[in-house]
């Protein structure tokens, strides 16, 4: 028996009514050690910013596991209280969100590969149909990145570079990653 | 971290796969939806494998959802002004198993087609007793069950005289990365179906039937609220054998 699946529409103007939540910037709670800040601005295809979109993130956990079932390795609590893998965040009226969360780990692919670690992202605004979905690598894994398959997939050096969040100067544990859905800087995007 | 990872080249793992469906879900660039325009990507996407991150996802609800939060109706002062209604289905996969304990997130307009928000200067009232956000979790048959009031019909400026059809919006994560959706659902019959280029940004015209609840007489509660069935579909976890299906 299969069923036709439910078509996506788009969030519209008002997401902020239902989607945000309280907490919902903090994969980890605020304060928790070894945190990291993922913060940048969605941009339009003439580089204005989007004060009406939702950034959120999904990411295995520092030693690279899911509390999921369906991780065939087994669902693994992570050993840091309070962290959830998922993060949402709205952006303010400079198109600015922030998450903060831990790094995750490298993943094992299904043959013998290994993921650099990353995030998954999704991002959810009026004037997008669907949700677009891309990933955040970190600039301070410049050896897992280089051996990572779907960087790899990419080959325009600039289109792939898109995808990689850089640390702000000084401050090593906070990192930036805008996304441009159009124009020439546009990010990548996955098909899922 | 190489420790962590398991001995993965002397075996492999086996992941679900998820059906990839083409046609179904609108193409990001519709210009008849004028906000797409500077908004959609122009690139192609980039295929990305379904591997650990895109087959797991967050199974979070426990804790976050409170039974009341399901009832729009409730929670202020007074009660709302308008049509009070029964929403409810299951979530199901296209294999049609149920997606149990899974978080459904709704908002929507008042009765009048008025949101409650700062950006939303439509000239019809507010309601004081309506904010208009309610969440669920689906029980262990993936059914869900919302209380609320029919929203409106109202005015945006896409085009001369562009009206939406009356819809609420709904945002679900299922159990992957892979299976997260927001979409709206819309009422029998609406008069504004054939105009909105948002309903028909859908290229295939029976699966924008599948966004419409039917009304039920068997949900309808005497003396009190009409009722609503809508099933929500999310993508089916199958072997890799339905992927020449979903090429064809």
Redesign the interface.
Known sequence: MTHGITPAQTVGPFLAIGLPWADGPFVVPAGTPGAIVITGQVFDGVGDPLPDALVETWQADPAGRFSHPDDPRGAAACAVAGFRGFGRCPTDALGQYRIVTLRPGPLPGPDGETEAPHIDVSVFARGLLDRVVTRIYLSDEAQANAADPVLASIADPFRRSTLIAVAEPGSPDEFRFDVRLQGERETVFFDV | ??A???S??SG?????HYQ??GG?????D?PA?R?????????P????????????????GVG?VDAADADLTTGHAGEPVGERIIVTGRV?????RPVPDTVI???QANASGR???P??NHPAPLDPNF?????CLTDSQGRYRFVTIKPGAYPWRNHHNAWRPA?I?F?LFG????Q?????MYFPADPLFGLDP??N??PDP???T??IASFDIEVTEPDWALGFSW??????RNATVFESEANS
């Open positions: 971290m190489t962590n990872l398991p993965a080249a492999s793992l086996a992941l679900p990839r469906v179904v879900h609108p193409p990001l519709s939806y906000s797409s325009v500077l908004r959609a990507p122009k690139q996407l980039v295929p990305l494998p379904q591997w650990l991150t895109e087959v797991t996802g967050p199974l979070l976050r199901l996969d296209s294999d049609g997130e709704i908002w949101y409650a928000h950006v939303d904010t208009g956000a309610g969440r819809h919006h945002s159990r992957a990365f892979t997260r959706l927001v979409t709206q948002i309903f940004s859908i029976q699966a924008r599948r966004l099933d929500i579909v999310l993508r089916g």
